[in-house]
Structures are given as C-alpha cells and as structure tokens.
C-alpha cells in the first residue's frame, strides 16, 4: 500500500526513475491520444454507421468532460492520493477504450452506435479524472528548475513519436483491407 501514498521528499534516484516514466507516460499517452481520437476515430464511428450529428457528439465528448474537473478537485482535496486516483482513472478509462475497440464484435450492427457511446462517454469522464489528478501530483513531483525542461523533451519527443505511429495507422488502415481484412479489423488492429 506505500505505494499509494503520498511522499513528503522524493530522493534523487526515485526522481530519475520518475522522469524516465514521465517521459514514456508522455510518449504512450500521445501515442494513444492520436490513435483513439482525430480521423482515426471518426473513421471507426463512420463504418460503424454513425450519423453526422453522432460525429458531432463524439466530437464534443471531451470538452463536456471537462465539467468533471471541479468535482476531481474536491476528491483530491479530501483523498490526498493524487497518484491512486491518477492511476485507477486511467485505469479504468483504458478498459472503456478495450470495450469501445471491441464493439463491431460484441454488438450487432443496429446497437453499435450506443454501445460505443456507452463505452467512450465514461472513457472521456476518466480521462477527464485522471488529468486533474495527474497534474498536481507531476507539479509536487518536479521540481521547479526542472520542470519546464522535462516538459519540452516530454512534449518534443511524444509529438515525434506520435505523427511517426499516426502516419503509420493511417497507412495501415489503408492497406490492410487491400490485403484482405475486413476495414473495422483494421481499425481495431491499429
């Protein structure tokens, strides 16, 4: 359970394993930002059938998500455990991301529209938990004279990484139904 709970000081090695996982957590978490959002994301939703007005709604899910913030702060201010509440948010918004991939095979086609509603809307809320939780908890992790510079590699080398892998999806979206699979195995395979 120690690990669950808060630090008063963070030595020094403990602090270099952090920033080699600040820095994956930010490439991952960009990486799967451009593959589960954008065209990629409208694409799946398209083939699954949904409406223009449905796009618009996916679309808007985030932005409504963001509501969640003030009652996250109010948790954080009475659990004190930004990491736990960082960690089970996202947690269990990747689960909701499994169930939405999964969709096309556990709905039939006239209910796949609401099931991937029913999986993406509690995806964005926990995603929506997880980043007011994290923030705090990364602020008290770095220091200050670090802190902008940790976020410019962070940011410089997750944003590489990212437009590499989304050029690459959307190049294996386009070539797998040539080779024979089916275009919503394409996307769920990417």
């Known amino acids: 359970m120690s690990f669950w709970r808060p630090v008063a000081e963070v030595d020094e090695a403990a602090r270099r394993r952090g920033l080699i996982a600040f820095l994956g957590d930010g490439v991952c978490s960009q990486v799967r930002e451009s593959l589960t959002s954008g065209p990629l994301l409208v694409g799946f939703a398209l083939l699954l059938g949904m409406s223009n007005a ?22 954080i201010e009475r659990w004190r455990m930004r990491k736990a509440i960082t960690w089970c948010a996202s ?27 029913a999986c993406l809307v509690p995806a964005a809320a926990f995603l929506t938990v997880s980043g007011a939780a994290w923030s705090p908890w990364i602020r008290d992790f770095l220091p200050d004279d670090v802190l902008a ?25 386009d070539a797998l ?12 395979l990417v």
């Open 91 to 117: 947690l269990a918004g990747r689960v909701c991301w499994g169930l939405a991939v999964a969709v096309p095979w556990l709905f039939p086609p006239e209910r796949r529209i609401g099931a991937l509603f």
């Open 54 to 75: 449905g796009i618009g709604l996916l679309a808007a899910l985030g932005p409504l998500a963001t509501v969640l913030q003030l009652p996250t702060v109010a948790l």
């Open 149 to 173: 510079r940790a976020f410019a590699r962070r940011m410089g080398i997750a944003m590489g990484a990212s437009a590499v892998l989304g050029l690459a999806a959307g190049f294996a979206i």
């Open 177 to 188: 139904p040539r080779a024979g699979i089916p275009a919503l195995s394409a996307y769920t």
